[in-house]
């Protein structure tokens, strides 16, 4: 039988990566140097999708690496999506990126996913947590959770994200190393782990990145840096830019 760690044994692991293994910013800033260097004569469009794609594989493998030095590996599987009920909250700059992603899907793919966002927004009582105020209410995950409204990327049939290669940060970032069935028994189990201090360096490296050509193109799409700063949870702001991917087809 498989010995899953546990929530002792995770505390001990986070004081271990707390003290050792935190890393600085030196690869996402090398990140942006690469990708000068291989985009930087690329249109418009493919060098904000690159760059995007970029930023999120370095949070993959810094995940991977701080792994490799506590010799912990994931317990998350394919088809489990409890994780898909939780509240994800992005900026306005990156549900607009994921938008870019989809209309870059090959035909097929791109209608059958919008057709799966358009269904989504008819089905789903979404006032019920647009009503959650994610900044002052404390308890607001959990108020959240229990509205088991799933995230607009979820495909239910096979609980497998329709968007996966550009599935937001805290879909990285928020894992599961213990028994899976902490997950299915606890709206919010204490055995998860956050690797949420990623998120500033990769912010910041993405930002960095993509400013000097979005503010250089003529009404972008992407508001710098406004669109930044404004944050909500991700239906509400990739509901926004439907209309946009109906426009394209």
Known sequence: MKRFL??????????????KHIPDDSRFMQ???????????ASRDEFVSTAFKRKLSVIDKEIEMIEDKVKMKPSCFEGCSHCCYFP??????EA??????????PHQEREELITHLEEYYDREDLD??????FQTDNDFKRKYIQKQVACPLLDKKTNKCKAYDVRPIPCRTHLNYCDPQV???????DEVFSYEFLYEYY???LVNT???????????????PGDVYEADFLPRLLKEQLPRLKGER
């Open 6 to 19: 546990t929530i002792k044994d995770m505390e001990r692991i986070c004081q271990e990566i707390n003290d």
């Open 31 to 41: 990140a942006i140097k690469d990708q000068f260097e291989q985009y930087g004569d």
């Open 88 to 93: 994800i909250i992005v900026t306005k700059m």
């Open 96 to 105: 607009k990126l994921i938008a870019q992603h989809i209309g870059e899907m």
């Open 128 to 133: 019920q947590v647009y009503s959650i105020d």
């Open 183 to 189: 997950c299915a028994d606890n709206d919010i189990p």
């Open 203 to 205: 912010m910041y490296a």
């Open 210 to 224: 993509i400013q000097e050509v979005v503010l250089e193109t003529e009404s972008d799409p992407i508001n710098l």
